[in-house]
């Protein structure tokens, strides 16, 4: 029985699928067909293609930091870092240094140097204890005017001399420092002069012969040397207003017309060089021994003034004493600021008995002859830096 179909017929109907086979899922992908290249043709001789390599990108990248902002004030403005304490004091310590360095390199460099201390010579003294400073007072009028001279009476007498040999004495040991007057009329061997006053020696040769002269004579070996003139003397008092002294009697020189009233009293730069060279005056009957024992008196009022802390704290009396420094002082080549201010430490005490001050023993007022036995004793205590013997001093 056929139902129209070509099942089964050879009409080709619609063949069930073989046992075993799956049936196809959909349309048949036809695949495009590659030809074969020909032996000897140009693709055929292209080389094979390397495998490209492969990129790499770029390490990732950190983004930029954030920049802070600066804490805002309420108003929206920026901070300003303020300073503590101890970076405005450490501060004003610097500025403090540096002008104190300043100040100190400006002294320094300013002071007048020459050249004071001989050099090796046969005979020379040995450095012995201690060290031993040579202070001389000029009476050189250089820089000075008519007008100055008449102020400070000087007179106008030429040359050099000097009017004031000191020879300070500082030990190593606890031994008090020693200010010794070396009268200026003692007649002393003067290298290559043969003997006369001591103070010619300055007039023969300046201060290496002084330094030479005063060397052989004590046979103490000098190691620094200072030297002032009039005009820096009296520009110094100025400077710190003066310096207070005890005047016992009326001084009145007849020489110079010079008049010191009595009692404690003031000294202006005038009045003091007439106090430290008068010797023509009834209150100073001993002459030369009277004249240098005033000069050692107020080297100790000075140096008490000085070292005052009404002076040192005052800018008024500071400023112009630093001024007044270099053109009232001399020193050695060799010597430095930091010598002298150990000199004005050692010489403190001169005020209240912690300096031995003295003058070398002589037979009599005039000063011309020194006392040899108690010389000798003197200068061999200060070699050795022992006490002085009680009979060797002198007012």
Same mark, same amino acid.
């Not at 330094?211 to 400077?239: C, M, P, S, W």
């Not at 912690?354 to 000063?367: D, E, K, L, N």
């Given at each position: 029985?056929?139902?129209?179909? &070509? ?6 109907? &619609? ?15 036809? !695949? !495009?067909? !590659? ?7 140009? @693709? ?37 870092? @303020? ?80 009017? *004031?040999?000191?020879?300070? &004495?500082?030990?190593?040991?606890? *031994? ?36 030479? *002269?005063?060397? !052989? ?66 209150? *100073? ?53 930091? &010598? ?56």
């Amino acid at each position: 029985m056929t139902y129209g179909g &070509h099942q089964g017929g050879q009409g080709g109907g &619609h063949r069930p699928p073989p046992p075993g086979r799956r049936p196809p899922q959909g349309p048949r992908r036809q !695949q !495009q067909a !590659q030809m074969m290249p020909v032996p000897g043709s140009a @693709r055929a001789r292209q080389a094979p293609r390397s495998p490209q390599p492969t990129r790499v990108g770029p390490p990732p990248q950190q983004p930029p930091p954030r920049r802070e902002r600066p804490p805002q004030s309420p108003q929206g403005r920026p901070r300003r870092k @303020r300073w503590s304490f101890g970076k405005v004091l450490l501060s004003l310590f610097l500025v403090f240094v540096l002008f104190v360095g300043a100040v100190w390199f400006y002294l320094d460099s300013s002071i007048t140097r020459i050249d004071a201390l001989p050099d090796d010579y046969e005979g020379r003294p040995a450095a012995a204890e201690g060290t031993n400073w040579l202070l001389v007072g000029s009476d050189s009028r250089e820089g000075l005017d008519e007008e100055q001279m008449a102020k400070l009476s000087t007179g106008d007498a030429g040359g050099r001399r000097t009017d *004031t040999i000191m020879l300070v &004495h500082i030990p190593d040991n606890d *031994t008090p420092p020693t200010l010794l007057s070396l009268p200026r009329d003692s007649r002393v061997e003067i290298p290559g002069h043969g003997v006369n006053k001591i103070n010619a020696a300055f007039a023969f040769g300046g201060a290496p012969l002084l330094t030479k *002269t005063v060397e !052989q004579a004590t046979g103490l070996r000098i190691d620094h040397y200072a030297e002032t003139g009039f005009g820096g003397f009296a520009n110094v008092v100025d400077a710190i207003g003066g310096v207070e002294m005890d005047i016992p009697n009326e001084m009145r020189d007849t020489k110079t017309g010079i008049v010191i009233p009595a009692g404690t009293q003031t000294l202006d730069g005038a009045q003091a060089l007439g106090f430290v060279r008068m010797r023509y005056s009834d209150a *100073t009957p001993r002459s030369d021994l009277d004249r240098v024992a005033n000069q050692r008196k107020f080297i100790g009022a000075l140096a008490s003034e000085i070292a005052s802390p009404a002076t040192l704290l005052n800018p008024f009396d500071v400023f112009p004493l630093l001024g007044a420094v270099p053109d009232a002082l001399a020193l050695d080549t060799d010597d430095h600021l930091h &010598h002298l201010v150990g000199l004005a430490w050692a010489m403190r005490g001169i005020g209240d008995g912690g300096v031995v001050t003295t003058t070398v023993p002589v037979t009599s007022s005039s000063a011309e002859s020194w006392d040899p036995a108690k010389s000798e004793a003197l200068f061999e205590a200060l070699r050795t830096d022992s006490p002085i013997p009680e009979d060797a001093l002198m007012d």
